[in-house]
């Protein structure tokens, strides 16, 4: 069969990759043709558009590339309807994959949803769309299933793919991590600042401006694969911190806490059992709009699931050194500590058990043989 996966930013590229991995195992003649990134494009397949040529963030910043935008939506239905897939399946990046979306079910095509916009989290009005373009719906966060049921949508919840990506790769032995990075005996305090230049640039100077205040650990910045070394090393100056590029897993291992921009690394530094305080800092204008239409009380989906905060958010204005270093302090204790560990265990036991990717992967080759 032929089928069309649309996935944007490195998490999607991460579970798209993992579902194309199972479409090949159970599908073996399979034919996928995907806009993904470079984990995708290593499973196989055909590569329409890698995600990093559309990486915008915020409301701004995508008004800002608007006919960018357009031409790329433009493009993507033209490449469906030349390819002719027997499903279409969307993950993630709702801004696009829904416009993509309502034209597809208008032209006949099958369309699966695997990983949820956050409709829950604003704009609620936009289930009704997703009750009229998609023909199955496959969820990762337990709440999401009770969330579309108020709407009487039938959704699946199928676990969360991060628990299937973490406990399936290869083990890293710490002593050969930290030679090979050139690391030395201290604690590692890791730096996750997100994937995407603007999120980049307005998080990670101020989470370098607290170093010099922790002379007994070494901070280590996770590099985003979709980003260039040299844009890190703008930023960086001549800050004592250490770089490792797109080895963001193996350095959660090691560490002993984290900085953690909003989003899915929230969730998998949380996975690794890491304490981590959790950052966000938008554009003054992207954030008004948000704030005026998210009506969630955390932005972290460790706090999400859990509803209730177990891990600190320092939002916009509260993102600050001062604050960071204290919330810093906070989460090296040991008490401290030791229940983030004990809340983790319940997060992890929400997520359900391994094999999201299989499952959809089945349901999806099911409903077309």
């Given amino acids: ?19 194309m991995k199972e479409l090949f195992k159970q599908d073996e003649n399979a034919e996928i043709r995907f806009w993904g990134g470079d984990l995708m494009q290593a499973v196989g397949g055909t590569l329409v558009k890698h995600y990093k040529e559309r990486a915008f963030m915020g409301f701004l910043e995508v008004l800002m590339n608007l006919s960018k935008v ?48 956050q409709v829950w989290a604003s704009r609620a009005g936009r289930v009704k769309d997703i009750k009229r373009d998609i023909d199955k719906m496959f969820v990762i966060l337990p709440f999401e299933k009770e969330f579309y049921k108020t709407y009487n949508y039938e959704v699946e919840f199928v676990g969360h793919p991060l628990i299937d990506a973490i406990s399936d790769r290869t083990q890293v032995k710490e002593k050969d991590f930290r030679e090979k990075h050139h690391l030395g005996n201290l604690p590692i305090i890791a730096l996750l600042p997100g994937s995407r230049e603007q999120e980049i640039s307005k998080m990670l ?15 280590v910045i996770a590099g985003a694969p979709s980003q260039e070394n040299k844009f890190y090393k703008d930023i960086i100056g001549t800050k004592k911190v250490q770089f490792i590029d797109n080895k963001t897993h193996d350095l959660l291992s090691v560490s002993y806490a984290a ?27 992207s954030y008004q709009i948000a704030k005026r239409i998210i009506t969630l009380k955390f932005i972290s989906l460790v706090n999400l699931i859990m509803d209730r905060e177990v ?27 030791q229940k983030l560990f004990l809340d983790y265990f319940e997060l992890e036991k929400k997520l359900g058990g391994k094999g999201a990717s299989k499952k959809v992967a089945s349901k999806i080759v099911k409903e077309l043989f």
Wanted: hydrophobic letters at 40%; one cysteine or more; aromatic letters at 12%.
């Fill in 70 to 117: 357009l031409g790329f939506i433009k493009y993507c239905k033209n490449d469906i309807a030349i390819f002719k897939p027997d499903v279409i399946i969307f993950i993630d990046n709702s801004g696009f994959n829904l416009r993509v979306a309502k034209w597809a079910k208008e032209a006949g095509f099958k369309t699966n949803y695997y990983i949820s916009p």
């Fill in 205 to 219: 100077s101020v989470m370098l401006s607290i170093i010099d205040d922790f002379e007994d650990y070494q901070f």
């Fill in 311 to 337: 891990v600190k958010e320092l939002i916009q204005n509260d993102f600050t050194s001062k604050n960071l270093k204290k919330e810093l302090r906070k989460i090296l204790e040991e008490e401290h500590r």
């Fill in 259 to 285: 900085l953690v921009a909003s989003g899915t690394a929230t969730l998998e530094t949380a996975l690794f059992k890491i304490p981590q305080v959790v950052c966000y800092k938008g554009s003054a204008i």
């Fill in 1 to 19: 069969m032929k089928y069309y996966i649309i996935a944007g930013e490195a998490s999607g590229d991460l579970h798209g990759s993992n579902l």
